[in-house]
Structures are given as C-alpha cells and as structure tokens.
C-alpha cells in the first residue's frame, strides 16, 4: 500500500496498540513521526515474501462533544475486537498478523468527518470503521472511496448514505432506519396480541433531528400496514422535559407509545410518565437505545418493564456474545448496549474480510468483504452479506422485551433468549 | 397523519397545561436571573451563561454522589463555588474588556464557555446523568405537579425576591441600581464601579449557578445542557426587560406558557419559531421590554 | 452644513485610513495564501512545516474567510454588529440544492437566487430593525433570533428537508459532468481554487466599497451615527443597502459548502455555532479592514485544527482553542492585522522615548 498524501501529523497521535497473550491495552505514543511508511504495514500488491505484521484499522468516531457519550464505547468496541482477535492468534491467513487500531475524534462534526478519515488513511490504516453521526458517515465514505479503502460503517442509521450514490468501498451491516421501522412495525403488534395486548393506536415520541423524524415518517407508513393508527406525535428536543409531550400522549390515549430518542429523553419520558401517573398498555421503542442500556433501564424503573424495543443488538443464544460483553464491561467499565454490539459485529465483519483477502491489499480486502458472508458475528441478524450497494442484505433488527433489570430478545424466535411476559 | 389539535381537549388537560407552563416559566425566569443582571449592570451579554448553570450542576452531582449527602443540601455550597468563580473569570477576562466592543465581548464570553463546557467534559465524562435523589409528584384534583420542578419554583420565588430586596433595600444594592441606570453618573457620586463590576459579575454568575444546581431535580443532564436554556433565557431577558427581576419572572412564565401550549397544539416544534417571533417583535416594538425602562425596577 | 459634512467626513477618513487596506497589501496576502497548497508541500530538512494543514482544512479556512469578509461589509464598516449571519450562509445552501432538486436549475443559478434570497431576507430584518432603531446587542440578538428561526423553520417543514435534509444531487442529474459547469469536482484541488476565486471576489467588493464614498459614508454611520445623520447622510438607506450586500455576498460561501459537502442540515449550514465561526475571523483579523477576515481565517481555523491534532486528551484542545481566543482578543482589541503596526511603535518608542530619559 502506497503512502497516500505525504503529509504527516504532528506531535502524538493515540495509538491504542493491542498486545498480544496477556490482553492488556498498552498505550503508546510516539513522537514525531510516526504511521506509513515506518510501520510494518506496508505491504504493497505484488510482494510475496513476508506477511506484514500488523493490519491497520482506523476507528473514525465521535470521542468529544454531545455523542461522545456512545462514540467513546463504540471506539472501544473496536478495540476490543481488535484485542481479542489478537489474543486468539491474530489473523491466520497472514500467519498470525496482529491487528493495530488507530482512533480519531470526529467530534461529530461534518467538516471533521473527511478529515479524520484522511489521517487515518494517511497514518496507515487498512480498513475504516465509523462515524454515528450520519453526515460525518457521508463525508468519510467519500474519502474512502476516493482513497479506495475499505470503510465498514459502525453504525449510521440514515436511509440514504448508500443509496443515493454508488460507493464500492463503503459497506453498512446494520438495518437502515427504514428497515427498523418496518420491523417494528410488524413484530410488535404481533407480539403483544400473542400477549394479550391489543394495539390498534400508537403515539409517536420522537427526537426532533434526522433520525428521529426518518424513523417517525417510516412508523407512519407502516403502522397503518399493520392494523394500528397513529394518533399522537409529539417531539422531544435536546434538554427538554417530556411533561406536555407526556400530557399530549394522556390526552391521546394510545395503546401504545413508541419511543425513538437517545437515552435521556426516553429516560424522561418515563419520568414524566411517572410524575403523571400516566401508563399506555404498552410502551415500546424504535431504535431507542434506552431499552438496551441496562443502566437507563434502572434509571426507568418499573415503568418500563414489559416495554417492547426494537433495535440492532447482540445476539443473546450466541455464548461467544455473552462473552464478549462480559469482557467489553472488565476491559473498559463501561456500558455494553446495541451500539457498542453493533459496532463490534462491524468490526468481526472486517476482520472476515481480512481473512478471507489473506492480504493486507486494500483492493483484496475490498473485493472480500463484497463477496464472502460474514458468520461469525455477534449481531442477532443472520450472516451478513453485502449487496452491490454495500448494504447488508440479511440486516435485521430483532425486538427486546425489558424484563426486570435487563432487556432480552424475544422475536424472531431464530434470535430469542426469552419468551415475551406481560 | 396527525398534525396539529383539531378540537379543544378536556378542560383537565388544559389545566394540567396550564400548572406546566407557570412551573417552566418559574424555572425559566431562575435562569434569566444571572443573565439579566449581568446584562442590566454591566451591558455585557454573557454567552458563558449556560456553561456556568453546568458547572453548579455537576459540583452538586459530584459532592452529592461521593458524599453520599442529599443534592438540596449542596446547592448553597455550589452558589458559593459559582460566585468565586464568576469573580475569577471577572478578573481574568471580563474585567479587561468593559470598555471593548461588543464583538470582543462576544468572543471572550465565548471564549469561557468552551474552557468550561470542556473541562467539564473532561473531568466528568459526557454520559448523561442523573441526581441521587428521587422525587414524586404533587396531585391537585387531576393534575399533577412533579416535585423537583415546584421545589425548583419555590426557589425561583425565593430567589427573585432575595436578590429584588438586596437591590432595593442595601446600600450595596442601590449602588448596583445606580450603576446600571449610568455608570459615569455612578462614578462621579463616588461609587467605586469597578468593584461593582466585581460584584455583579459574581453574583450573576451566583444566580447562574443556582439555575444549574437546580434544573437537574427534574432533569436529566450532561456538559450540553446550558446552552439550551441560553437561547430562551435571552427571550426571558429581553421580555421581561433588561435589568429587571419580576420582569424575569413574568417574562419566564409567557414564554413558558408559550412553550408548553406551543407543543400542545403546534405541529413540531413550531413552538420554538413562535417564541422567536415573539422575541423579534418585543425587540422591535418594546426593547426595554415588559418591565423595563428607565428606572430600574 | 456642508462645511460640517466635510469636516465629519475628514475625520472619518483619517480613522478609517489607520486601517490597513492598501491594495499592495491585500495583493500579497491573496497571492500568499492562492499559494497555499503549493507552500504547504514544502518540505524543509524533511519536515513540512505547514504539512499538518490539510487541502480540506484550507478549503474550510477559506469558506470562513469569504464569509467573514462578506460578513465585514455590514458589521465592520457600519457597525451594525451582526450575530445571525448564518441565515444567509444556511440559505444560500438550500437555495442552491433546492434549485437543482426542485428545479432541474444549475447550481450556479441557484446560488444566485440564493444571493437574492438572502438579499432580501437581509432587507426585511434591516428594514425592521433600523427602523425601531434598533442598536448594539438589541440588534445583534435580533439578528440571532432571525438566525435561529430559519433554522427550526428548517427542521420543522418536510418541503424544506426537515432534520434529514438534502444530498447533493450528482452532475448527470442536472445534465452535466463533474467539472466548473456543474460546481463539483472529483477532487479537492479544483475546490480550493474555485472557494480561493469567490474570496478574491469578495474581497475586491469589500476593497472597492471601502475605498469610495459609499465606504465613507459606511464608516461615519459607524464612529458617529448621529452626526452622520445630522450632516444629512440617509442613514438608514446606507445601513439597508450594507446589510443587502453582506447578505447576499454570505450566501456565496453557503452555496460552496453545500456542493463540497455530500449533504445540507439545519444542523450543519444553519448551526448557532456557524453565527460565531462567520464573525470570529473578521474580528480576530482586525474589524473593518480587508486583510482582516483573511488574516483572522488563517489565525483561528489551524490553531483549532492543530490542537485537535496535536493533543491526545480529547476536550483538551477546545480548552486550549477557548484560550488563545481569549487571549487574542484581550491584547489585540483591534485585531491581528493591528500587530505590525503596533509592533512598529513599540520599536518608535523604545528608540525615542518621551518623556525625557538619560540620552
């Protein structure tokens, strides 16, 4: 792989360099310069002599500002992948070739998206992973495919980052906002019948930015395709209270009220459900993480037992997973929840295609990740394949229930680790 | 497709509306406090406003959580913080540019709000958080009145009147008065204004971090959540009229009402462009606002 | 009366003249930073000085530059500070892919209607505002409020995007071909260029504004309103026709960042953090003069870029950001640009000192 710009940062750059049979994160940083052509990692198409060393992943997400709180884990998911895959013995198909991984701070911002894409191609990076933010996605998929580098998005949930332009570096595992939606749509009023719950009406709670709306417009749609009306829709804004939206959902009276939030507002919800006295028969979420983070779960209490929710997450009849997420919360103290799970399936799907290229080329891991299927992954969706817009094919998004202090799958039945109780 | 309220709903629900609307725009009025003083006295726009309510918060979550002592009991210590701290940033970089342009201003209070938003960042982690504190609700025939916002309310009252009585009823408060009615006129009876700068920028920043101490009793909260009350906080300000306390408050509970009937029967947020519009059009026709005026109310 | 015009208007010139904007000057810095992508492969002893600063951080610096300087026109030669100028710049974005999208348009027609809409907007908020006389922060929060409520008006309306937005149509959708027909381009090079263009541009109408009698009368409606009027200049009218330009000349950059980036948001082309990032290289630089916003773009876009580099502990290089932007404005009020000539009296003073020393 050729050096791309010739440009160098300066000073450190955070090297989190995954060691090998003890599992501990060393922190290293160099001075001065550092990345490209003084690594090992620089094989280039056409050398057969010796493996690299390392391969390369470049984690481009969000460490600073307002989504930090979830870019900071989905960065360490990322290194915990690249951790334990190093501690099983590396990437075989390289014979035993370790896997380094350099983070950048997009803050979440679009002029930053490109740029630290950029740096991370520039420092050496094989493959990209990120960015949450769905303009900074864009903005990196651009760079990626300019650069030619393989970039697996993490997470991004808006509907057009694949389809609006033809990008064959870019590839996205999970379910686009629109594909939840019209999951949600159809398993949860199935569920809670099978429960006894009877839902014809719904009031939408919703955040009042890109994905909130996107997944508002989709549940509109589809819900109607599923016997239940939309009576209420009522936004939530960044530092709100949930009181008038909560008076609006009485005043409504829905069977259900679907949330689709980041964690503090359907936390508020709940709050403000509570002061109010006010419970619908169901409460669910669309692609709320608050129902998968165990620590809002507590924060929600009672209220929110029973909830049904729909997101991307890890498979709960997958020992391996369990696993994963006892170490991930040893390793870093920190939340395990459908981003960090969803981000941590991206990552196995990288590291398939490294395998399967048995190169560190990024043309060959490219041509990989587009042909094999990924099996062995986390996610509670099956094998994921990428179609000829980068889109998994097989992306699904399986509904939770919250039962008592944590929340498990309960439909499809392929993925379930619990039956639904009401 | 749902959009806007079509017919009026049950006079249970308005009520409720009501009781919501006057317990935001308490709370409303408590955050335009610091801001409205700072402004009034010393014609500075402190954009470090929000940031300020988000240092108290988390010096009473910290204290809180480690001490294991009831997040009421700390807030006092954390105003106390907060005055220190406003009197520290007076001297570092407020007070140097008193007489500079309002531009200069800007990017200095600016400049304050990214140092404090960051640290805070840093020491405390972006995670949302919560107060170690739990909290009920009041019930009135059928509406109810969550604690955490009518303790907040109460405060505000409190608040108002003690800093209402300070101004109008101490020495050191009439000199503060006097100030902000001409500050030549104020030096040349002998007022030492600099100091009052001190004062006021303390005390403002006090009042700020009073605000912030308090908004998580009903709230969730992270280092971002000044700068959302900043923007209506202004809307407070300029209603209720520069300067002016009761302005505050009044000008608090319009545009609370405004915000929760808003929601209520406005598709959207639409809300928030009719409290613009009203922000502009009290700009135009009564900048002094409500309250204000001339004599310092 | 006319004896008194003169005399107001000498005055004026002789304050406005401290200023730097000699056209030589501006020439130099325009060339220097036109250079840019070529000075900054330069490498010396093998380390590249400027190699930190990438083409797309250039392309960023130079869009704030254009815009502080279309910005300039009305808050630092008249004085009427603006805080809400990101209305023009978020309209001359939609503007420009709404014409394509809507109206099979080029995007250099929708730039345009952009320039006129935000025109127009400008207008109707001056026209208000200078007409209830509207001053100092009274009117710079007006204009924020007229900022913030585009913004939600943005978000809240599906026609308009709502929070999603647009993205940038491909040229084959409008009939053409990457290019400078179709405002877009494979790379980022021809970017550069083309945002360096519109800033020469722009910076030519500033220059040529501020040095006719139009920018004199902009200037005196500055340092002595009343007078100005009393002398007899239509205050209002110049203050309308400042805030129209400005407005228009903002939508510009608007429209470029809208064909560089891949999408629009009222989050990103309408965000109040856009208000303070259009105004701070103007007054960094130095208010009121040319090189100013230029100057002050090259000062406060690669101090941020390099902290956010060059510091590991994330958060700390806003700190750091937050600090130097203190501290620039406390010793030099009067902008960046002030330092040669500041520089050049200390050394005049320390040669000859006043006030009688030992010699």
Same mark, same amino acid.
């Given at each position: 792989m050729t050096q791309r710009d010739g440009h160098r940062s300066p000073g450190r750059r955070t090297f989190i360099k995954i060691g090998g049979a003890a599992g501990v994160t060393a922190l290293a940083g160099c001075t001065g310069g550092d990345g490209g052509g003084e690594t090992d990692s620089g094989a280039t198409t056409g050398e057969t002599d010796s493996a690299p060393e390392t391969i390369v992943i470049g984690s481009n997400h969000? $460490?600073? @500002? @307002? $989504?930090?709180?979830?870019g900071g884990r989905m960065d360490q998911a990322v290194q915990l992948a690249a951790m334990l895959t190093n501690e099983a013995g590396g990437i075989s198909s390289l014979g035993g070739a370790e896997l380094e991984v350099i983070s950048g701070d997009n803050e979440g911002a679009q002029e930053l998206g490109a740029e630290v894409a950029q740096q991370l191609i520039d420092d050496g990076a094989h493959v990209l992973t990120g960015c949450y933010s769905s303009p900074v996605s864009t903005a990196a998929a651009r760079v990626a495919e300019r650069a030619q580098v393989p970039f697996v998005i993490s997470v991004s949930v808006a509907n057009s980052i694949l389809q609006e332009t033809q990008l064959n570096y870019v590839y996205r595992p999970q379910p686009s906002a629109a594909q939840m939606g019209i999951d949600h749509a159809r398993l949860m009023p199935q569920i809670a019948a099978d429960g006894g719950i009877d839902v014809t009406t719904a009031g939408l709670y919703y955040i009042d930015i890109s994905f909130g709306q996107s997944i508002r417009d989709t549940l509109r749609e589809e819900l109607p395709k599923n016997g239940v009306e939309v009576v209420a829709e009522t936004p939530i804004n960044f530092g709100e209270t949930a009181d008038t939206q909560v008076t609006q959902l009485r005043d409504a009276d829905p069977d259900v009220v679907i949330s689709t939030t980041y964690n503090a507002e359907t936390v508020e919800l709940v709050r403000a459900m509570d002061a109010q006295n006010y419970a619908p028969p169901l409460l669910a979420g669309c692609s709320s993480a608050a129902f998968n983070d165990v620590g809002s779960i507590e924060q929600m209490g009672a209220t929110a037992d029973g909830s049904l929710a729909t997101n991307f997450a890890l498979d709960p009849t997958d020992a391996r997973a369990a696993e994963v997420q006892s170490r991930f919360e040893s390793e870093f103290g920190e939340a395990f929840d459908a981003n960090v799970a969803m981000t941590f399936a991206s990552v196995q799907a990288i590291i398939a295609g490294i395998e399967a290229a048995g190169s560190a080329d990024t043309d060959a891991i490219n041509d990989a990740l587009g042909s094999i299927t990924v099996e062995d992954h986390i996610a509670a969706m099956p094998p994921m394949s990428f179609d000829d817009r980068g889109e998994n094919a097989n992306a699904l998004a399986p509904l939770f229930q919250v039962q008592g202090d944590n929340s498990y799958v309960v439909a499809p039945e392929d993925y379930a680790a619990r039956s639904p109780t009401f | 497709m749902v959009t806007a309220v079509t017919m009026l709903p049950d006079p249970a629900i308005l009520l409720q509306l009501l009781a919501f609307g006057l317990l935001l725009g308490g709370i409303y009025g408590l955050v335009a406090l610091g801001l409205t003083l700072i402004f009034g006295v010393m014609d500075v726009i402190n954009f470090a406003h929000g940031a300020m309510m988000v240092v108290a918060m988390y010096i009473v979550w910290a204290t809180a959580t480690t001490f294991g002592i009831s997040p009421l009991v700390v807030i006092p210590l954390a105003v106390l913080a907060l005055f220190g701290l406003g009197v520290a940033i007076h001297r570092g970089a407020i007070a140097p540019i008193m007489d500079a342009p309002q531009e200069n201003q800007l990017i200095v209070t600016f400049g304050v709000l990214l140092i404090l938003v960051s640290a805070v960042e840093m020491v405390f982690s972006p995670d949302p958080r919560q107060y170690p504190i739990e909290l009920g609700s009041q019930q009135v025939g059928s509406t109810f009145i969550p604690d955490g916002q009518l303790i907040a309310l109460i405060i505000a009252i409190i608040a108002i009147a003690a800093t209402w009585g300070f101004l109008h009823r101490t020495r050191l408060g009439r000199a503060m008065r006097a100030t902000a009615d001409n500050r030549q006129g104020a030096q040349y009876v002998g007022i030492n204004v600099p100091r009052i700068d001190y004062l006021t920028f303390g005390l403002g920043a006090a009042l700020a971090g009073l605000a912030g101490a308090v908004v998580p009793l009903f709230q969730t909260f992270d280092p971002f959540i000044g700068d959302r009350w900043l923007i209506n906080a202004f809307v407070v300000v300029i209603l209720g009229g520069l300067g002016s306390f009761p302005g505050a408050l009044i000008g608090g509970m319009i545009i609370g009402l405004v915000q929760v009937f808003g929601l209520f029967f406005l598709p959207g947020s639409f809300y928030q462009v009719v409290i613009f519009g009203i922000f502009i059009l009290v700009l135009l026709l009564k900048p002094r606002g409500l309250l204000g005026g001339d004599v310092y109310a | 009366m006319r004896e008194r015009a003169e005399d107001l208007l000498g005055r004026v010139v002789s304050l406005r003249d401290r200023h730097l904007s000699r056209p030589m000057v501006i020439v130099v810095v325009l060339a220097v930073v036109g250079l840019m992508p070529h000075l900054r492969s330069i490498s010396v002893a093998g380390v590249a000085p400027l190699g930190w600063l990438s083409i797309n951080m250039l392309v960023i610096t130079l869009v704030w530059a254009t815009a502080a300087q279309a910005w300039n026109i009305m808050s630092g030669y008249t004085g009427q500070f603006s805080f809400g100028h990101a209305a023009f710049f978020g309209i001359g974005a939609y503007a420009t892919i709404m014409a394509i999208r809507? +109206? +099979?348009?080029?995007p250099w027609v929708g730039m345009l209607i952009g320039a006129g809409v935000a025109a127009v907007v400008g207008l109707v908020v001056g026209g208000l505002t200078f007409r209830y006389e509207l001053q100092g922060h009274y009117f710079a929060l007006a204009t924020l409020a007229v900022a913030e409520l585009l913004r939600y008006t943005f978000n809240s309306v599906p026609f308009l995007g709502e929070g999603s937005g647009f993205f940038k149509p491909f040229p084959r959708e409008y009939g053409s071909e990457f290019g400078l027909a179709a405002f877009q381009f494979q790379s980022q090079e021809p970017y550069f260029y083309l945002i360096f263009t519109f800033l020469v541009v722009i910076t030519a109408v500033a220059w040529v504004i501020r040095s006719s009698k139009l920018g004199l009368y902009f200037f005196a409606i500055r340092e002595r309103e009343r007078a100005a009027a009393a002398v007899g200049i239509p205050t209002v009218r110049y203050k309308l026709l400042a805030f129209g330009v400005s407005a228009a000349l903002t939508a510009i950059p608007g429209a470029f960042w809208a064909m560089y980036f891949d999408t629009i948001r009222p989050d990103t082309v309408f965000a109040i953090l856009i208000n303070v990032e259009i105004l701070l290289p103007a007054v960094v630089g130095g208010l009121g003069t040319v090189v100013g916003p230029i100057v002050g773009s090259f000062v406060v876009t690669p101090i941020s870029e390099y902290a956010r580099q060059s510091v590991d502990l994330h958060g700390l290089n806003n700190i750091i950001y937050g600090v130097v932007l203190i501290l620039i404005v406390l010793y030099s009020p009067r902008g960046v640009v002030s330092w040669p000539a500041r520089a050049s009296d200390l050394v005049a003073r320390w040669r000859s000192p006043t006030g009688g020393t030992d010699e």
């Open positions: 969000p $460490l600073t @500002g @307002g $989504l930090s709180y979830t | - | 809507e +109206g +099979g348009l080029s």
